[in-house]
């Protein structure tokens, strides 16, 4: 062990991106993309991966039991509600990890209590102390949650606590499930706690905060400087409402901060942030705001004259960290029509990317395509266009052939030539626009009815020749799913988002029944 851990420093980095930031709307996985991203995890260096809820759906147990038989040099726990059968069927989804863990919540604020789960004070606790010590025979990992727990009495949320914790609990977690506190207030929260629990000082304590004032972040530090011990965190942020604590911000936070908060360190291989955020939004479809700390397109991005002098002199002048330090590329990588396969691959490997042999001639011909298209292939081109290759290739739908047109009289019209499992299909429609026109050409070709929630479009890069990159939101069936397409044309990469949203209502894509209980 580190001076660090010797010393209590060392922050348990605990990982819900698969279970909180997966019950964004819009966000749900297939079960081969939990398990990429819990790969990705597991390279990044967190200490616990929360794979899921198993008692919401068979999918999610058989997300949560694969996980745990493939994650390795890692703890991986399975929530479960203070309920035998949900704890028995999480012990169920995590025996065949190295380190299993249950993770068993209820309610202990008044408001929940009385409005949600209808439950006494008194019930409350016995149901704590039931849950905990059953849970404890499947494993000696066990955490416990007390939900909403800061807007909880805090004299009764230290006796709910205190159960936990004589049942056998080894982490307690204190969560800002509505984003109400505030620092100074989460701090002196866990102060009293740890003054006021037995058996504190036994246990890891956890925090996990929602960030429905903006203040996620910032409330898990201070509660790591009052002595918090773990940080419940996602990937770019993502979860319920507003999110979660971001991993990345926490992460470099103690790197370049940690002083601040008592020498606090993580394990996390912070080179690894940058890819890690790029799959997580790719294969969610949630894009990252460009100017989002550590991973935004625009976290290292300089264009004020004075600032750009500046760095020119000393890089220290305008930056507190290196790009390299967190996986950007740190300068501009130029490819063209002309480079082989071999700097193709060379490129890729530099800012994070590996595909297969089949992958990299797939990937290959379309890099040649634009190539012919733009000036100049940008490391972020090359990304944008790799991630919509591995995203298209489980798409139902292939888009062969398109036509749009639109001129200062009448309505947009267009067609469309698909290519799905049963053949090709074709589809005419008209619209207020090329896009509009060609949604509808699309919906014709599918059969399939669906209402657009959400249109974005953004450059790649900066150029009159940027790739245009399209992210769409549907709801079809009651439920919300996302596709992004990428395209020099918008038009195109319009049609190839919403067919990649389309192909995803075709085959039925997984979602969670009890999301509005967790934590």
Not at 119 to 142: G, H, I, N, P, Q
Not at 182 to 199: H, K, M, N, S, Y
Not at 406 to 419: K, Q
């Amino acid at each position: 062990m580190t001076d660090a851990e010797v010393r209590g420093e060392r922050i348990v980095v605990f990982d819900t991106t698969l279970r909180d930031g997966e019950q964004s709307p819009g966000a749900t996985l297939t079960a081969d993309e939990k398990l990429e991203v819990a790969d990705a995890l597991v390279q990044l260096g967190v200490d616990v991966i929360e794979a899921g809820f198993p008692a919401a759906s068979p999918g999610d147990f058989e997300a949560v039991r694969a996980i745990a038989e493939r994650a390795k040099g890692t703890t991986v726990a399975g929530l479960a509600r203070a309920i035998e059968g949900d704890i028995e069927r999480a012990a169920q989804a995590v025996k065949g990890a190295e380190s299993p863990r249950i993770h068993t919540f209820i309610s202990s604020s008044d408001i929940h209590l009385t409005h949600q789960i209808r439950m006494s004070r008194e019930d409350v606790l016995e149901r704590v102390t039931a849950s905990v010590a059953y849970a404890k025979k499947f494993t000696s990992d066990v955490e416990f949650s007390a939900m909403d727990a800061t807007r909880s009495d805090h004299e009764y949320l230290a006796r709910v606590f205190g159960r936990a914790i004589a049942a056998g609990a080894t982490t307690i977690n204190v969560p800002d499930t509505v984003g109400y506190t505030t620092p100074g207030e989460f701090a002196a929260l866990i102060a009293f706690l740890r003054d006021r629990v037995p058996g504190i000082n036994d246990v890891v304590i956890s925090v996990h905060c929602h960030d429905d004032l903006g203040m996620a972040t910032a409330n898990t530090l201070a509660a790591i400087g009052a002595g918090a011990r773990q940080a419940e965190v996602t990937i770019n942020g993502i979860g319920e409402r507003a999110g979660n604590t971001s991993l990345e911000e926490l992460v470099m936070a103690l790197a370049i901060r940690g002083a601040e908060f008592g020498g606090a360190t993580t394990r996390v291989e912070t080179e690894r942030l940058v890819p890690t955020s790029r799959l997580v939004s790719t294969l969610t479809g949630l894009q990252v705001q460009a100017n989002k700390a550590i991973v935004g397109a625009n976290a290292f991005a300089h264009e004020s004259g004075i600032h750009q002098d500046g760095m020119l002199k000393n890089r220290t002048t305008f930056e507190i960290m290196s790009p390299t330090d967190v996986g950007w590329e740190g300068t501009k990588l130029v490819l063209g029509k002309h480079s082989g396969r071999a700097g193709f691959r060379s490129t890729l490997a530099e800012v994070g990317l590996r595909l297969d042999d089949d992958q990299l001639n797939a990937a290959y011909q379309r890099f040649l395509v634009l190539a012919d298209r733009k000036k100049s292939v940008t490391a972020a081109d090359l990304v944008a266009l790799v991630s919509d290759y591995l995203g298209a290739a489980e798409d139902g739908f292939e888009l062969v052939r398109w036509n749009a047109s639109i001129g200062s009289a009448g309505p947009a019209t267009a067609s469309v030539v698909l290519r799905s499992g049963v053949g090709d299909l074709v589809g005419d429609g008209e619209g207020n626009g090329a896009v509009n026109a060609l949604l509808q050409a699309i919906d014709a070709a599918t059969g399939l009815e669906c209402e657009l929630e959400n249109y974005q479009v953004e450059a790649v890069t900066p150029g009159e020749d940027a790739q245009g990159q399209v992210t769409v939101r549907i709801r079809a069936n009651e439920r919300v799913f996302s596709g992004h397409g990428l395209a020099t044309d918008v038009v195109e990469a319009s049609a190839r988002a919403y067919l990649a949203a389309l192909s995803k209502v075709e085959r039925g894509a997984p979602a969670a029944t009890v999301s509005d209980q967790l934590v």
